[in-house]
Each structure stands twice: as structure tokens, then as C-alpha cells.
């Protein structure tokens, strides 16, 4: 893949390293965000609400949980052979694809407060469109991904889909939010115990693709991929794709399978997912 992949280096290696998060401006060609668009739109096109279609409406999000059922181009991004290695450099072993979808943001929203992800590991956004603050933009608090919480800052939440604190009440208080910035194309790869929130934003609209990677051994979702995308693989990328697949990792917002209480933590409730499929049907402008 003709892509910036090439040019990562040690300075990017430790820029990750030291400060949790590293972003790579319009990193990815204008041809192969318009090819992963294009094999994508249909799938966002043919929605449904449940869990047991390929695109589904959660909240204020429309999800493709397996982008290896619709697009071989979005594939061959997330398993480059030269990204893999600069992982590989990051983690000091082999990794592996934890999660790999597509999430675009319906309506606007009140944003995800101050949080770490739970587990050890990388996530990756790919911008299918610009980053914005009027689409929403995740801010970071640049080198917090060692940063040792005490408890009492911690927030009891009803989904422990994440650790959560009050910003305001934080250690991280007086320290400045870094924001990504550039175009479409635009790759932010950040450590998952790095403090980020994403803020109120105005505007639905903003598409990205979110993979999570992790060392090897480490359980990666249970990927649902085409036959015919497998074949143009190879060995190496087959065995980051899929050598860990688990149906019982979680937490995720969204499951594909045969598991109708395919909720994770979540569990969100049938007559729920109905009535979000039933305003993005009436009431999104995306
Ligand atoms: O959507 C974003 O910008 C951030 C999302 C996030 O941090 C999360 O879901 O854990
Ligand atoms: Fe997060």
C-alpha cells in the first residue's frame, strides 16, 4: 500500500513511547479513504437495529462492528505490513487485531467524559473525515498513560466499560488538552491507559475507524471476515487477523453472533435499540 507506512521511524516510535499518543496528519491517501468510503457506504446504507446485522444503530453511533465482511481496502490499512512491524517494534513481540470497526456519529452529543480504556494495548482512529471540534475530537493529556490513579478519583459508573474520573477534580486539572489535528486521512494512535475525553460537539458527521491492538496471546474479538478477503492475505497478516480470536471478549458496544444477549456490559435493552433505529430513521440528517 502505497501509504505513509514507510516513513515511521524511531522518533515516532518514542514520540508514542513518551507521550502516550501519536498522530500522523493526512497520513493515509485521498484514494484509499474514497476506496474504504465507497466499500462502506452500502453497509451504512442497509442498516438495521438489532445485533445480528452488519450495521446497527447505538445511541447516538451507527456501527460496522466487522469491517472484514465489507472492505478488503480498510483491511489491508489495518494489517500493513510495515505498520505491523513498527507495532511489532512498540510492543517487543507479535500483536494482534483486538477490534477493528467503522463508527460514524449520527447525532451530536454530550461527548464521553475523562476516562483510560481497561487492558493493556494501542487503539488506532482513522479519520474518514476531518477532525473537528464541531464533529468531535477525542483530547488527550499528553504522557498520562503512567500515571498511577488513586481511587478516590475514580467514578462509580453504571457500565464499567471504562475507568472514569472528574476532570476538574483530577491530577490532571491544570494540565493542557492536546487535540489532534489535520485532515482526512489524518491516523491517531494512542496508549489505552492515556487520560482522554471527548467533548460536546455540535455537529453528527464524523467517521472513523477504531482497531484496537494488542500483544500477542492477548484476546482479540471474534472477527467475522469474507472468504475471498482472506485469500489476498498472507500468512503473517492472516495470523494478526486471526490467530486470537475470542467470542468472550469484551466489553464492546456492539456483538455480532449467534448470542442473542450479546451485550457485553452494556445490555441494552431490545424496546432500546428499536427506539434508536427509529430516531436515526426519522430525525438524522447524516
Ligand atoms: O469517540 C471518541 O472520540 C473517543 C471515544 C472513546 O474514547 C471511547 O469510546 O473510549
Ligand atoms: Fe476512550
Known sequence: MQEGFSKLNQTHLSTLKEEGILVLPDFISKQTIDLIKEETSP?????????????????????????????????????????????????????????????????????????REIGEGLNVFLYLTNPSEKTGVTEFVKKSHNTEIEESYVLKNKVDDAIYIDLE????????????????????????GIWHQLPKFQAPGRTVLIMQYFQKDSLAKDHLVRNSFLQSLSDRQRQVYLSNCSSSFSPSLVELGSDPGAMGVYNIAAWKKLA???????????
Open 276 to 286: 434508536y433505529f427509529l430516531r436515526y430513521k426519522l430525525v438524522s440528517k447524516v
Open 43 to 115: 453497509w451504512l446504507e442497509k442498516v438495521g437495529f438489532n445485533n445480528r446485522t452488519s450495521s446497527l444503530i447505538m445511541g447516538n453511533n451507527q456501527w460496522i462492528e466487522h469491517l472484514g465482511m465489507c472492505s478488503l481496502a480498510a483491511l489491508k490499512f489495518a494489517l500493513d505490513d510495515q505498520f505491523i512491524n513498527f507495532l511489532e517494534d512498540y510492543f517487543e513481540t507479535s500483536v494482534t487485531l483486538g477490534s477493528f470497526s467503522l463508527q460514524r456519529k449520527i447525532f451530536p452529543e454530550e461527548g464521553i467524559r475523562l476516562h
Open 169 to 192: 477534580k483530577s491530577p490532571f486539572k491544570s494540565k493542557p488538552l492536546f487535540k489532534p489535528t489535520g485532515g482526512k486521512g489524518t491516523l491517531v494512535i494512542f496508549h489505552r
